[in-house]
């Protein structure tokens, strides 16, 4: 058979590759090719998995523990989780929780056990651009709900988009907070006024994404399903491993919800990968019952990291940055820089065309806002080493300089 045979599903013609990792490949091909590249692009963390954990690892290979687990994951691990999530607002049992290859798929899983074609999901702008697709692979329309923004804390949870959104079709909510790729941390109030919106439309459910609540900088929301917990009949909650303890290559996450729910998810599961790696599986229970001590050095060097960051882009002619709560990703607005021209006499019309003129000619990979559902902003990473962030900076200041040289000169 020939590739040009080859019929794809209709399902697929409109989606992509994730944008992100398209614009991390293409960082990496340029890097090969011989270019100065500094990546800003990728949320990972750039510290290893802490010793403990690949101990734990190492130690449940020489034990054997190399089979099949439970299609939900080991009890140990379930139980683990179980009792993480109390603090959360959900008491469960181990039948309400599974665990994944990651917080993507348990994502994946939930949409592909409940929505029929047509469902419509409502993911709050700026949105993690991989909802978007995920919805349309498993039928569904996802519907953006535009976020307030405010020039000093950035793109704010705002519960009357959300409700505007809802229709007959809405089948689910998707919170994230903090936010990827703001990182602004709802706030009790803005979290008790979607509360009311959900109660007030009970047909929609909500789908908590929670893998940076371990990120946090200051003050703490307390988590909503805490402060609201007649929501936790209709809710999943939604973590993993990967951010707080830097393992993304395990691919470890984890869902907790109603138990038809988790069992529905469970029939999807056992028709994929049946079951997460159970040597990723020991890692995982380490992670969560061991010492955090590595989770808050982490999030201290993250701290210092993201202050540094901002203040450097804020110095930056043509950007402006709030300083995001949680997360580990910095959204300066461009909006100072559209309609510059380079010195190659190139407009630079949306902020697709600055980050891919800050690749070319600072070589420094960076994500444009427009792919997270708002226009004129850019998503850099702080998952990086201060010197590295230095540099970077450093490299972004020159290039718009040079563009604001050229917009001054010709004006």
Same mark, same amino acid.
């Given at each position: 058979?020939?590739?040009?045979s080859?019929?794809?599903?209709?399902r697929?013609?409109?989606?992509?590759?994730s944008?992100?990792?398209?614009?991390?490949?293409?960082?990496?091909?340029?890097?090969?090719?011989?270019?100065?590249?500094?990546?800003?692009?990728?949320?990972?963390?750039?510290?290893?998995?802490?010793?403990?954990i690949?101990?734990?690892?190492?130690?449940?290979?020489?034990?054997?523990q190399?089979k099949?687990?439970a299609l939900?994951?080991?009890?140990e691990?379930l139980?683990?989780?179980?009792?993480?999530?109390?603090?959360?607002?959900?008491?469960?049992?181990?039948?309400?929780?599974?665990?994944?290859?990651?917080?993507?798929?348990?994502?994946?899983?939930?949409?592909?056990?409940?929505?029929?074609?047509g469902?419509?999901?409502?993911?709050?702008?700026p949105?993690?651009?991989?909802?978007?697709?995920m919805?349309?692979?498993?039928?569904g329309?996802?519907?953006?709900?535009?976020?307030?923004?405010?020039?000093?804390?950035?793109?704010r949870?705002?519960?009357?988009?959300?409700?505007?959104?809802?229709?007959?079709?809405?089948?689910?909510?998707?919170?994230?907070t903090?936010?990827?790729?703001?990182g602004?941390?709802?706030?009790?109030?803005?979290?008790?006024?979607?509360?009311d919106?959900?109660?007030?439309?009970?047909?929609?459910?909500?789908?908590?994404?929670?893998?940076?609540?371990?990120?946090?900088?200051?003050?703490?929301?307390?988590?909503?399903? /805490? $402060?609201?917990?007649?929501?936790a009949?209709? &809710?999943?909650?939604?973590?993993?491993?990967?951010? =707080?303890? @830097?393992?993304? +290559?395990?691919?470890?996450?984890?869902?907790?919800?109603?138990?038809?729910?988790?069992?529905?998810m469970?029939?999807?599961?056992?028709?994929?990968?049946?079951?997460?790696?159970?040597?990723?599986q020991?890692?995982?229970?380490?992670?969560?019952?061991?010492?955090?001590?590595?989770?808050e050095?982490m999030?201290?060097?993250?701290?210092?990291?993201?202050?540094?960051?901002?203040?450097?882009l804020?110095?930056?002619?043509?950007?402006?940055?709030?300083?995001?709560?949680?997360?580990?990703?910095?959204?300066?607005?461009?909006?100072?820089?559209?309609?510059?021209?380079?010195?190659?006499?190139?407009?630079?019309?949306?902020?697709?065309?600055?980050?891919?003129?800050?690749?070319?000619?600072?070589?420094?990979a960076?994500?444009?806002?427009?792919?997270?559902? /708002? $226009?004129?902003?850019?998503?850099?990473?702080? &998952?990086?080493?201060?010197?590295?962030?230095?540099? =970077?900076? @450093?490299?972004? +200041?020159?290039?718009?300089?040079?563009?604001?040289?050229?917009?001054?000169?010709?004006?």
């Amino acid at each position: 058979m020939s590739p040009s045979s080859l019929r794809v599903a209709t399902r697929l013609k409109s989606i992509k590759v994730s944008p992100i990792l398209t614009l991390s490949q293409r960082a990496r091909d340029l890097r090969a090719a011989g270019r100065d590249i500094i990546d800003l692009t990728v949320g990972e963390p750039d510290f290893d998995t802490p010793e403990e954990i690949k101990a734990a690892a190492k130690a449940a290979i020489d034990r054997g523990q190399t089979k099949y687990t439970a299609l939900n994951g080991a009890p140990e691990l379930l139980a683990a989780i179980a009792d993480r999530m109390i603090d959360r607002g959900m008491n469960l049992a181990d039948q309400s929780i599974i665990a994944c290859a990651g917080a993507k798929q348990v994502i994946s899983h939930a949409l592909e056990a409940t929505l029929e074609d047509g469902d419509e999901v409502i993911l709050p702008a700026p949105y993690w651009t991989s909802y978007l697709d995920m919805v349309r692979l498993k039928g569904g329309e996802p519907v953006a709900a535009s976020g307030r923004h405010d020039p000093r804390s950035g793109w704010r949870l705002d519960a009357r988009s959300i409700e505007a959104a809802i229709t007959p079709r809405t089948r689910w909510l998707i919170l994230n907070t903090p936010n990827n790729p703001t990182g602004v941390a709802a706030t009790d109030e803005e979290l008790a006024d979607v509360a009311d919106v959900l109660r007030r439309h009970p047909q929609v459910w909500l789908m908590c994404d929670d893998i940076y609540e371990d990120l946090v900088y200051g003050r703490r929301a307390r988590p909503l399903l /805490v $402060s609201h917990p007649d929501l936790a009949e209709r &809710a999943l909650a939604v973590n993993g491993a990967s951010k =707080a303890y @830097a393992m993304t +290559g395990w691919r470890i996450g984890w869902g907790a919800g109603p138990s038809d729910l988790i069992a529905a998810m469970s029939v999807v599961q056992s028709q994929t990968t049946s079951a997460p790696s159970s040597i990723s599986q020991a890692a995982a229970l380490a992670a969560l019952t061991g010492s955090r001590a590595s989770v808050e050095s982490m999030r201290s060097a993250f701290r210092s990291r993201r202050d540094l960051l901002v203040s450097l882009l804020n110095e930056v002619s043509g950007m402006s940055c709030p300083l995001p709560d949680g997360a580990f990703y910095a959204f300066p607005s461009v909006r100072g820089l559209i309609g510059a021209r380079t010195m190659k006499g190139e407009m630079l019309a949306s902020d697709i065309d600055i980050s891919t003129y800050l690749l070319e000619s600072a070589g420094v990979a960076t994500v444009p806002g427009t792919v997270f559902g /708002v $226009s004129g902003y850019l998503r850099l990473s702080f &998952a990086a080493k201060a010197e590295t962030l230095v540099e =970077a900076c @450093a490299r972004i +200041g020159a290039a718009c300089v040079a563009v604001t040289s050229v917009t001054a000169t010709q004006a």
